[in-house]
């Protein structure tokens, strides 16, 4: 049965990092960031900042059709994307399950303090996993973001790849 991993953290929590070294060791990595900057270029360079969510949106349900044929083709997938709302995480869980393959979200926490050293270093850079984020941006993320509670049955990330690759197997097989 396919893996269908699905990461959850706020922007600056290392959910890209996860998720090329995932594709490194064979699942199909789908980055919604990277197709929207793909499709439209820079937020808040080459489109306005406000109109991010009306560019996202076709994109999530572009990515979501193929997250479904990778998993009912057998490959193990990772979905490089927040999924900040408890309901998204179980949308996605589900629409794993249905295509036959085995969801599993990790959670990969990051407190203020360490997400403004990376956004602060992040900020610099111009690729499509750069967007710009400011101190009152982050704070307006923090109150939107659903920690995973407890029957979600995560994995909690804690910077320790190996752990999570033997977490992830392990999962697999229950």
Known sequence: MPLAVLLAGLTGSG??????????????????????H??????????????????????IAAIRQRFLKEIEAGNDVVLDHGLWRRTERDAWRQAARE??????????PADRTELLRRLAERN??????ALTVTPEALDDFFARFDVPAEDE???VYSGDFNALVAALRDARQH
Do not use: C, M
């Open 15 to 36: 959910k890209t990092t996860v998720a090329q070294a995932l594709a490194a060791r064979g699942f199909t990595r789908l980055s919604v960031d990277e197709e929207v």
């Open 38 to 59: 793909r499709l439209h270029g820079r937020y808040g360079v080459d489109y306005p900042e406000h109109t991010y969510f009306e560019r996202e949106r076709p994109v």
């Open 99 to 108: 295509a036959g393959g085995h969801p599993q979200v990790v959670y990969l």
């Open 124 to 129: 610099q850079r111009e690729d499509a996993n």
């Open 153 to 155: 049955e995560v994995i």
